[in-house]
């Protein structure tokens, strides 16, 4: 079956702009995360949504960093008032439950110019 | 703070020798553990999960767990250049669903 998929692929964007990355993960799949990867880090958590509740929020940087997640299925993150640092890869992953195992889809290349 | 820690590596190997891959983590109530690979420009993929004390083998790769010893590893037997990648540990905690993951593992296999 299909997996995790994330659009864009890449963005490029200016300084003070906002965007809006997409992720539509595993169907059947209720649990949903997304992470971010800076250039030579690891995996750093954001957020992870139950159903269309968010149980886990911790890791979102500050208030400009938002998500939602609609239906149980498609995912919204958005990011405003874009700054350089926020340049990364954002990674979003779905699993069965909140229990199981996680699968990545492909990521989305932030880059804030 | 809860961590999981790897070595950077690089771990460098000679195609066919047996990679071990090492990771500690450090909340005690730790419950599921997972093992990811990640190619250069790529996302990680899932390739082995472990969630209780003991061996699990898939094909080439056994990971290993010891809760006493909050340790978790990998081996790759008859490793192949095409193994060579970031292996990254993930430890779920336990309060939470997220995953908290290492900074990865480096490895090199050379022919």
């Known amino acids: 079956g299909a997996g995790v998929s994330q659009s864009p692929s890449n963005k490029v964007t200016e300084k003070g702009k906002d965007v809006e990355l997409r992720c539509d993960p595993i169907s059947g799949h209720t649990a949903l995360y997304w992470y971010r990867q800076s250039l030579g880090q690891g995996l750093e958590f954001l957020i992870y949504?139950?159903?269309?509740?968010?149980?886990?929020k911790s890791g979102l940087p500050s208030d400009r960093f938002s998500a939602e997640r609609t239906g149980g299925s498609v995912s919204t993150l958005t990011i405003q008032r874009t700054q350089q640092e926020d340049s990364a890869v954002y990674l979003c992953?779905?699993?069965?439950?909140?229990?199981?195992?996680?699968?990545f889809g492909p990521g989305t290349r932030l880059t804030v110019t | 703070q809860k961590e999981v820690e790897q070595n950077s590596g690089p771990l460098s190997v000679p195609e066919g020798a047996i990679a071990s891959l090492n990771c500690t983590y450090s909340?005690?109530?730790?419950?599921?553990f997972f093992w990811y690979r990640q190619y250069s420009g790529k996302s990680p993929e899932l390739i082995m999960s472990i969630y209780s004390n003991g061996d699990k083998e898939d094909g080439r790769f056994t990971a290993q767990l010891n809760k006493a010893s909050q340790y978790v590893s990998l081996l790759i037997r008859d490793s192949q250049p095409s193994d060579s990648a970031t292996y990254l540990c993930?430890?779920?905690?336990?309060?939470?669903?997220?995953?908290?993951f290492g900074t990865g593992t480096r490895l090199q296999v050379f022919p």
């Open positions: 909340d005690r109530v730790s419950q599921s």
């Open positions: 949504f139950q159903g269309n509740s968010a149980p886990d």
């Open positions: 992953a779905s699993s069965l439950d909140g229990i199981y195992e996680q699968y």
């Open positions: 993930a430890v779920n905690p336990g309060d939470t669903d997220k995953l908290i």
